[in-house]
């Protein structure tokens, strides 16, 4: 009888620790790792791993999976990039707690500030919950090729407080406050991983509501907060404009943080209008750790950016009347019509604003919009821009845009990055890489799903900063990926390559490992369609101690489960 369920052999074991990469087999019983080492027993079922990394299955904690969970047991994108857990709930926005009259304000929150179509929801939610413990049951009767972890949203129990008073932007009363910390206790008791919240701007439905926790007061949180430490877990994850004086939001956030002894994180990057404020946060962030007040920053590893196509949701001109007129029509088709000269004249002479629902619209500009190319390219010139394009070549920066888009039958993205790129570079994001208090993140997995693919930032973060430029040791980067994303969602038993850890691994071929460029699909529920990217590299993908990739093709596998809230150090 096999010694060993699994064994994984030969390989450069790059265990997560940030430790030197060492040549050794890894042997799996069950849902756990039994050996690291020179394994001599035999396993049921091998992998020949020689000449490839060996390392943890990769633990994002920003995705937005809280509907596609509900209907699918692909974690798609993120599992194809190596990810074996998910932390979903973030920016405030989620389906729990839900009375049945609120149903359709939580779809169209979700649907302005995430962009999932309302078709999609309407379709894929069977809303068979009202308490946030209710959503969970119904997540933990789903498996799935990836576990999924939920954080409480602000929006949702707002609104399930407060009502029409919360879509109001009312401030919240003491028995409002009361009743929200009582429901935080209880969905941390329940199995959420903490409570997040949004202080965005540009979180609105599509008629330009904002997001329902936009002005909550520092007395809200904290009584939220509280909630979080009567439980005894939890953390506070907060996306905010940092406006008008981002030293005092920072200043409010870490006293909440103090008054509730609980771990928060919070989203950091450069806004092209502000350019420099971040350099305050990670002051004020860096400051906190020394003191002993844990509150970390979540960063992505390159620009943040949409791409605007004709395949996608979103292009600079659809706004106009006679695009909107056309935009139900197959790509091919609506290309080979605009390129008809009066369309294409009647368009360019329309207002693409007065039409426009894109929540992010009044944040683009032709001066960081880009020929994406096919491989991608997330680091362009600016002298690439469209607008110096169209300075050079005498024509106008629309003119260029819509030429671009009708190119390859309507196959074409231009890539906007709208933070993390002010100067043209990515010199913002490369400083927070040197930084170990930030935490890497920002993919939004699960959402965004036709203007915006960033959930594979984990391959690019390896190829780009590792194997081209070189600029961190693949063992810094998978540590990154895994042990401290891991310990900062709380879940201790997984990230590292040790005996009595979970079995969650990948076998990744370096020098294979990529992205395609991007393509549409239309596989959501009523025919909704989000973007994909082949991905190449990921020779064997583990969770739980069972093969759920091979070669990047599923193996209809699904071990993976809800984890109701932080795990402690498995031990052998």
């Not at 109001?168 to 929200?180: G, H, R, S, T």
């Not at 959420?192 to 926790?213: C, I, N, Q, V």
């Amino acid at each position: 009888m096999p010694a060993f369920d699994l064994v994984i052999r030969g390989g450069t074991v790059v265990d997560g620790t940030g430790g030197a990469p060492r040549d050794a087999d890894v042997g799996i019983i069950g849902n756990k790792i039994a050996a690291v080492g020179t394994v001599s027993g035999g396993g049921a079922d091998e992998i020949d791993a020689k000449g490839k990394l060996v390392t943890p299955g990769f633990v994002d904690i920003h995705t937005h999976y809280d509907a596609q969970a509900v209907w699918d047991s692909h974690m798609a994108p993120s599992s194809w990039h190596g990810v074996t857990t998910a932390v979903m709930g973030n920016c405030g926005v989620g389906f729990a707690p839900c009375k049945p009259a609120d149903r359709e304000r939580l779809i169209e929150l979700m649907e302005g500030v995430e962009d999932i179509p309302g078709a999609v929801m309407h379709e894929g939610l069977k809303w068979e919950w009202e308490s946030f413990g209710e959503y969970l049951n119904a997540l933990d009767r789903k498996q799935r090729d990836i576990d999924i972890c939920a954080l409480l949203p602000h929006a949702a129990v707002r609104v399930f407080v407060m009502g029409d008073r919360a879509i109001q932007l009312e401030n919240a009363n003491q028995a409002d406050i009361a009743e929200m910390r009582q429901i935080a206790r209880q969905a941390m008791a329940e199995g959420a991983f903490g409570f997040s919240t949004s202080r965005s701007l540009s979180h609105k439905t599509l008629r330009g509501d904002p997001t329902p926790t936009l002005r909550a007061q520092e007395d809200e949180l904290r009584g939220i907060a509280l909630g979080m430490k009567d439980a005894g877990s939890g953390m506070l994850e907060m996306v905010s404009e940092w406006a008008p004086d981002h030293n005092a939001e920072f200043a409010m956030l870490r006293r909440v943080i103090e008054a509730c002894g609980r771990p928060a994180v919070f989203t950091l990057t450069q806004r092209h209008s502000r350019p420099e404020v971040w350099r305050d946060l990670i002051r004020h962030a860096d400051k906190a750790a020394r003191d002993g007040v844990p509150i970390r920053p979540v960063v992505a590893p390159r620009a943040i950016g949409v791409l605007l196509g004709l395949a996608g949701s979103q292009n600079p001109f659809s706004g106009c009347p006679s695009y909107k007129a056309m935009a139900g029509l197959p790509v091919a088709e609506r290309a080979r019509r605009m390129r008809d000269p009066e369309v294409r004249a009647r368009i360019l002479s329309e207002d693409p604003k007065a039409g426009n629902t894109f929540p992010l619209f009044h944040r683009m500009s032709f001066d960081f919009m880009f020929r994406f190319g096919n491989p991608p390219n997330y680091q362009p010139k600016l002298e690439d821009s469209i607008a110096a394009i169209a300075g050079r070549q005498g024509m106008t920066a629309p003119e260029v845009a819509y030429d671009m888009l009708v190119e390859d039958d309507g196959g074409n993205f231009i890539y906007h990055p709208l933070g993390n790129y002010a100067y043209g570079d990515l010199s913002m994001p490369e400083t927070l890489l040197d930084n170990r208090n930030c935490i890497m993140g920002l993919g939004d997995g699960g959402a965004h799903v036709a203007f915006i693919l960033d959930a594979g930032y984990q391959t690019w973060l390896l190829t780009h900063w590792g194997r081209q430029e070189k600029r961190w040791e693949v063992s810094e980067l998978i540590r990154r990926l895994t042990s401290d994303t891991a310990g900062a969602a709380g879940l201790h038993d997984r990230g590292v390559l040790a005996v009595g850890k979970k079995a969650d691994v990948n076998v990744i071929d370096w020098e294979r490992l990529g992205s395609g460029s991007p393509y549409v699909v239309s596989d959501l529920p009523a025919g909704g369609k989000r973007l994909l990217q082949k991905v190449t590299g990921y020779d064997a993908t583990i969770v739980s101690g069972r093969v759920t990739f091979r070669e990047g093709q599923a193996t209809g596998t699904l071990p993976g489960k809800l984890v109701r809230g932080p795990q402690p150090e498995l031990v052998g």
